[in-house]
Structure formats: C-alpha cells, structure tokens
C-alpha cells in the first residue's frame, strides 16, 4: 500500500515537470549568434543580462568589439527591449526559446530601418 502511494506521487511529480515549459535563464551571460537581415551578415558575441529591479533589466551585448548598451521590461520569458550604440538606437523582443533551453529567440531592429534582425540566445557555457 504504502509502495503504490509513493509510486503514485513519484509520477505525478513526473508528470507535472514534463508539463511545465522551461524558463529562459534570466540574469546572466549569454553567446550570441545573429544576422542583421541581409546576406551574408551572420555574427556572433554576447549578451549580458543585470535584472535591476522586479520587472526591469539592463542589457549589454558586445558585437565583434562593438557594445550595445540596453533597457527592458517583463520577465525571464519575455523582455522587450530598448538599445543604442554609437548614437543609434533600435528595439528587440526576447521570448524564451523552446528549443534552446534557458535561451531566448530574439528580433531587432534599429530606428529608421526596415530590416529585421535575428539573434538565438544561448547560456555561456
């Protein structure tokens, strides 16, 4: 009796993990692989991720030397984001990428341009 009550907890506690989606990883230091929305315009760097409050982070890529300094709002799964760099500024939208756990899948793009950008998101390893 006592086995079948432990079996019977050990999967439902399986069953309710295997239901319940991976979150993005939030805070911390990301590889970043991305393309400005032309051909031939792949890149790679990093993201780094400071939550500065409840529902408020700073973002900081650095592309091939380049740093991109950001703002975002939401939460671990979805941060909509403002950045500038050099005197240009643009906005990206992360959502948390099924995929690629404790990821994000990311688009962007700068102001005045109509091209969007792509970014998967990944934990440094």
């Known amino acids: 009796m006592i086995k079948s009550k432990i079996f019977g907890l ?3 506690g399986l069953a309710m993990s295997m239901s319940v989606p991976a979150l993005a990883g939030g805070p911390g230091v990301y590889t970043v692989k991305g393309n400005n929305g032309e051909p031939d315009s792949d890149y790679t760097g990093t993201l780094t991720i400071v939550q500065t409050s409840k529902d408020t982070y700073k973002l900081t ?5 380049e740093k991109y300094d950001g703002f975002a ?9 403002s950045f500038t760099s050099k005197g240009s500024s643009g906005t990206a939208l992360l959502v948390e990428d099924d995929e690629n756990k404790g990821g994000y899948k990311s688009i962007w793009a700068f102001r005045n ?11 440094k390893k």
């Open 61 to 65: 890529w650095n592309i091939a030397g």
């Open 73 to 81: 709002i939401g939460d671990e799964r979805i941060l909509a984001a």
């Open 113 to 123: 341009e109509t091209q969007l950008g792509i970014e998967l998101i990944a934990p």
């Open 10 to 12: 050990v999967l439902t």
